[in-house]
Structures are given as structure tokens and as C-alpha cells.
């Protein structure tokens, strides 16, 4: 009939009206680590003591000079004397140990997460029941239903909540969240995404070695939540956008599979991080971002100096290439080397820490009328090598619906 609406029009219309109107935006950010604090000039003599390998002193002085190089002052872990004395079997590479280390986690993981979503959920201002989606992130899980489904009965969400687990994506899977929940943000209109990363080192700890001597001196336990929506917001002062994330890519460094790597055996997580890291990070870097800026219509890259920087602190090493490489200030990566010092390198959920000093040194310049970037980008690294890129910008007036 001419002039009435077909199916395929309302189909049509409806997938339309689908999408948001604005980018997406961060609208929450918080973190969690468990309590117990292990300070890195104390770390040789703690861990050589637990595993048991205080006769290894040759190992044990690499590990004080790398502990000297790691620009990390302290780390928290849950692993502890008396975790290792109910399960020796976690430092004995001759005895599976999976078994333990996956129940254990299964409390403690989701532990971290809870405690960091709620408070994250509490900074956002609105109820639980309104998240829409779920992306969690870990390499500690080892069941299904997985942490995802938990969360979400903990946190009471909505039953019609939609899940993802992603896993074993490493150092990056926070960054890999992050952009799933910006497409699903722009994607589905009123859609909130909570991204949730926990990650604890008791799956990967174990006795030293030279091949894992530099993974057991850096990581760390720590989960980070992060609420993602586009806009408009209300502008009732309840959802507040922190950061624009205007555009996220994905890039891989051909033929590097082997270079960062993580495997789940009997005896646990045996991850592989090798010496050509912060050099092949340093060599592919600038061309990431280059494309980033191309894919928002910026024909000649930015002057770096001019963003502001969220990057994930996989090691100082890989800090310095890239701080080298872009010619970047020191203030620049000044978050990023604030978190390694602090908390070490806690995987995936590293990059929301990062995210978070980032809005808090953000939030103190602007209250000293400093004058603050409007365009950043944030840089997560994991195996692949996989580099997570978002170009990020101020939230801008129009994000704002006005009342
Ligand atoms: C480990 C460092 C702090 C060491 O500092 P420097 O490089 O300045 O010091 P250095 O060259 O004297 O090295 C100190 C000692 O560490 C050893 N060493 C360095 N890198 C090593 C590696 N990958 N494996 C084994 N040993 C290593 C050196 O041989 C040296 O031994 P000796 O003293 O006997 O000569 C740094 O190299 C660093 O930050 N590296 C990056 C770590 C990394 O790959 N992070 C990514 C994590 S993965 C991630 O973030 C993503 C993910 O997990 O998915």
C-alpha cells in the first residue's frame, strides 16, 4: 500500500532510534586491592622465603637488581605464609596445583570485584538495577557460570543484564573492555555498561626461574570498575561524564605472538614475557597512533605534548620506550609511573587505576584553575602483542541534555 509503513521501514526506524546520540563517555571509576601490602625492597626476601628457594642466591640477586629497576615500591597481594602453608603444593612445580589455586580465587577475585564495582556504582549515582550490560575481564577464572554471573547476582542487577567474560587477555583486557563497552554504549541507546577487571597473582606464582623471574617481580593483585554510557546525559548533576572515549582501535604486532604469552597448566598460569617487549612497543607505537588520529579525521598527527596521557605501566622499561620515543614529557606518563610505584602491575585491571589518577590529577589542576588537554589517549599492552588504543577528549557541552 503506498504511503504505509512497512515492516522493514519500522525495522528500519527502530534500529535507528537504536543508537545513542553521543560518543561514549566514562561516567565512574574506582579500584580495589586486597590488604595486604608487600613493599618491593622487602619482596626478594619474602618470596624467595616463601617458595622456599633461599638457596638459589644467584637468582635471588637478579631479582633484587630487576626489583631495584622496576620503578615499583609496593605491591598488595592476598598471597601469604600461611595461604602457601594450607597449599604447598602452590610453590612445588612437581605437584598440580590448579585445583587450589582455582578455588581460592573463586572467593578472593570476586571479592576484589564486588568491592570495586559497588563502589564504583556508588560514584555513578544511579541503581544498580539500571546497568544494562556486564563485560568483566580476568585471566583468573577457570569455571563457568564465571565471575560475570556471580557479580551479577551480588550486585543485584537486572535479571535481563547482559553478560561477557573475557579472558586471558592479559594486561589488555581492560583495555579490550573498555572498548566493547563503548560500542555497546553508542550502540544501544540508555544502554550503562559496568566493566569490571580482577586479577590476582596466585594463579601465576610459583617457585623462580630465570624465565619468570621478571612476571613474579612486577604483577600485582587489584581489581578496577569502570561505568560506561553515551549521552545525552540529564543534566541533573547525577551522571557525570569524566572522559569522551571518541574512538578505540585494535592493533597487533605481526609475528610477535610468542613475545608476551600466558598458558593455564596443572601448576598454574606459566606466562612468558620476553626481553624484546619494550623495544617492539617502542618501534609500533607512534604508527597506533598515528592511525588513531587518522580515524577521527586528523590528517597530521597531534604534537604528543599536547594530549594527556593514560598508559598502561606493563614494566618501566616499556614506560621509558614509550616516553623516549614520543619525546614525551615527564609529567605525561606521570599516572601511569605514579600506579607501577604504587601498586606494581596488576594485568588488566592496571589500566583503570590509571584511568582513575589521570581524572584525579585532572580534577585537582582544574581546581587550580591549570589549564587541561582536551584530547588524551589511553594505551593498554598484552599478549599478541595486542595494543589497545582510545583516543579520549574533555566531555564536551553537547553531551549534556539540557533540562
Ligand atoms: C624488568 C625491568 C624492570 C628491568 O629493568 P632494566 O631493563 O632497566 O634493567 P636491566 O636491563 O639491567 O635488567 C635487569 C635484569 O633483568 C633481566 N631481564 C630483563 N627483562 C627480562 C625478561 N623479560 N625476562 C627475563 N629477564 C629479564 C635482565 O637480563 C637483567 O638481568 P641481570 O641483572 O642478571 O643482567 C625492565 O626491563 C622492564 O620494565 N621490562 C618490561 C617488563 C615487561 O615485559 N612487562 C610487560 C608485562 S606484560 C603486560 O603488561 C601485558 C600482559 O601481561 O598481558
Redesign the pocket.
Same mark, same amino acid.
Given at each position: 500500500m503506498p504511503g504505509a509503513a512497512t515492516e522493514d521501514d519500522t525495522v528500519d526506524s527502530r534500529r535507528y532510534t537504536q543508537h545513542a546520540q553521543g560518543p561514549a563517555a566514562i561516567l565512574a571509576i574506582s579500584t580495589e586491592n586486597p590488604t595486604n601490602i608487600v613493599p618491593q625492597d622487602e619482596f626478594g626476601g619474602f618470596y624467595f622465603g616463601l617458595t622456599k628457594c633461599d638457596h638459589l642466591t644467584e637468582l635471588k640477586e /637478579?631479582m633484587k637488581?630487576?626489583c631495584e /629497576? +622496576?620503578?615499583i615500591e609496593k605491591r598488595y597481594m592476598h598471597l601469604g605464609d600461611e595461604l602457601i602453608r594450607a597449599h604447598p603444593e602452590i610453590i612445588d612445580k612437581n605437584l598440580p596445583s590448579l585445583d587450589a589455586r582455582a578455588n581460592i580465587a573463586a572467593t578472593e577475585v570476586l571479592k576484589l570485584a564486588e568491592s570495586a564495582a559497588r563502589k564504583a556504582i556508588a560514584e555513578w549515582g544511579r541503581p544498580a538495577t539500571d546497568i544494562t550490560h556486564l563485560i568483566f575481564s580476568t585471566y583468573s577464572g577457570c569455571r563457568a557460570p564465571s565471575y560475570d554471573l556471580q557479580l551479577a547476582s551480588l550486585l543485584g542487577l537486572r535479571p535481563t543484564i547482559s553478560r561477557t567474560i573475557l579472558s586471558l587477555?592479559?594486561? +589488555?583486557g581492560g583495555g579490550r573492555a573498555l572498548q566493547l563497552a563503548k560500542e555497546l554504549a553508542e550502540n544501544n541507546r540508555g544502554a550503562r555498561v559496568l566493566v569490571v577487571c580482577s586479577e590476582m597473582i596466585l594463579m601465576c606464582i610459583t617457585s623462580p626461574d630465570?624465565?619468570n =623471574? $621478571?612476571?613474579q617481580? =612486577?604483577f600485582g593483585d587489584g581489581a578496577g570498575a569502570v561505568i560506561v554510557g553515551a549521552g545525552p546525559f540529564d543534566n541533573d548533576g547525577v551522571e557525570r561524564p569524566l572522559l569522551e572515549m571518541v574512538a578505540a582501535s585494535q592493533n597487533m604486532i605481526p609475528g610477535t605472538e610468542k613475545e =608476551?604469552g600466558?598458558q593455564i597448566t596443572s601448576t598454574g598460569i606459566v !606466562?612468558q614475557? #620476553?626481553?624484546k $617487549?619494550?623495544k617492539l612497543i617502542r618501534d609500533n607505537i607512534q604508527q597506533c597512533l598515528i592511525d588513531a588520529f587518522r580515524s577521527i579525521g586528523n590528517s597530521d598527527p597531534p604534537n604528543w605534548n599536547d594530549l594527556f596521557w593514560a598508559v598502561?605501566p606493563?614494566?618501566?622499561? =616499556?614506560l621509558d620506550s614509550i616516553e623516549g620515543t614520543l619525546q614525551l614529557q615527564p609529567s605525561k606518563l606521570a599516572a601511569s609511573r605514579h600506579v607501577l610505584r604504587e601498586y606494581g602491575?596488576m #594485568?588488566g585491571a592496571t589500566i583503570t587505576f590509571v584511568l582513575d589518577e589521570v581524572r584525579r590529577r585532572r580534577e585537582k589542576e582544574d581546581g587550580q584553575q591549570q589549564q587541561q588537554p582536551e584530547w588524551g589517549v589511553m594505551l593498554a !599492552?598484552?599478549?599478541g602483542i595486542t595494543i589497545e588504543t582510545i583516543v579520549l577528549r574533555t566531555p564536551q557541552p553537547r553531551c549534556l541534555k539540557e533540562n
Amino acid at each position: 500500500m503506498p504511503g504505509a509503513a512497512t515492516e522493514d521501514d519500522t525495522v528500519d526506524s527502530r534500529r535507528y532510534t537504536q543508537h545513542a546520540q553521543g560518543p561514549a563517555a566514562i561516567l565512574a571509576i574506582s579500584t580495589e586491592n586486597p590488604t595486604n601490602i608487600v613493599p618491593q625492597d622487602e619482596f626478594g626476601g619474602f618470596y624467595f622465603g616463601l617458595t622456599k628457594c633461599d638457596h638459589l642466591t644467584e637468582l635471588k640477586e /637478579k631479582m633484587k637488581r630487576i626489583c631495584e /629497576k +622496576s620503578g615499583i615500591e609496593k605491591r598488595y597481594m592476598h598471597l601469604g605464609d600461611e595461604l602457601i602453608r594450607a597449599h604447598p603444593e602452590i610453590i612445588d612445580k612437581n605437584l598440580p596445583s590448579l585445583d587450589a589455586r582455582a578455588n581460592i580465587a573463586a572467593t578472593e577475585v570476586l571479592k576484589l570485584a564486588e568491592s570495586a564495582a559497588r563502589k564504583a556504582i556508588a560514584e555513578w549515582g544511579r541503581p544498580a538495577t539500571d546497568i544494562t550490560h556486564l563485560i568483566f575481564s580476568t585471566y583468573s577464572g577457570c569455571r563457568a557460570p564465571s565471575y560475570d554471573l556471580q557479580l551479577a547476582s551480588l550486585l543485584g542487577l537486572r535479571p535481563t543484564i547482559s553478560r561477557t567474560i573475557l579472558s586471558l587477555h592479559g594486561c +589488555s583486557g581492560g583495555g579490550r573492555a573498555l572498548q566493547l563497552a563503548k560500542e555497546l554504549a553508542e550502540n544501544n541507546r540508555g544502554a550503562r555498561v559496568l566493566v569490571v577487571c580482577s586479577e590476582m597473582i596466585l594463579m601465576c606464582i610459583t617457585s623462580p626461574d630465570v624465565t619468570n =623471574i $621478571v612476571g613474579q617481580t =612486577i604483577f600485582g593483585d587489584g581489581a578496577g570498575a569502570v561505568i560506561v554510557g553515551a549521552g545525552p546525559f540529564d543534566n541533573d548533576g547525577v551522571e557525570r561524564p569524566l572522559l569522551e572515549m571518541v574512538a578505540a582501535s585494535q592493533n597487533m604486532i605481526p609475528g610477535t605472538e610468542k613475545e =608476551i604469552g600466558m598458558q593455564i597448566t596443572s601448576t598454574g598460569i606459566v !606466562f612468558q614475557l #620476553s626481553m624484546k $617487549v619494550p623495544k617492539l612497543i617502542r618501534d609500533n607505537i607512534q604508527q597506533c597512533l598515528i592511525d588513531a588520529f587518522r580515524s577521527i579525521g586528523n590528517s597530521d598527527p597531534p604534537n604528543w605534548n599536547d594530549l594527556f596521557w593514560a598508559v598502561h605501566p606493563g614494566g618501566r622499561a =616499556i614506560l621509558d620506550s614509550i616516553e623516549g620515543t614520543l619525546q614525551l614529557q615527564p609529567s605525561k606518563l606521570a599516572a601511569s609511573r605514579h600506579v607501577l610505584r604504587e601498586y606494581g602491575n596488576m #594485568s588488566g585491571a592496571t589500566i583503570t587505576f590509571v584511568l582513575d589518577e589521570v581524572r584525579r590529577r585532572r580534577e585537582k589542576e582544574d581546581g587550580q584553575q591549570q589549564q587541561q588537554p582536551e584530547w588524551g589517549v589511553m594505551l593498554a !599492552f598484552g599478549p599478541g602483542i595486542t595494543i589497545e588504543t582510545i583516543v579520549l577528549r574533555t566531555p564536551q557541552p553537547r553531551c549534556l541534555k539540557e533540562n
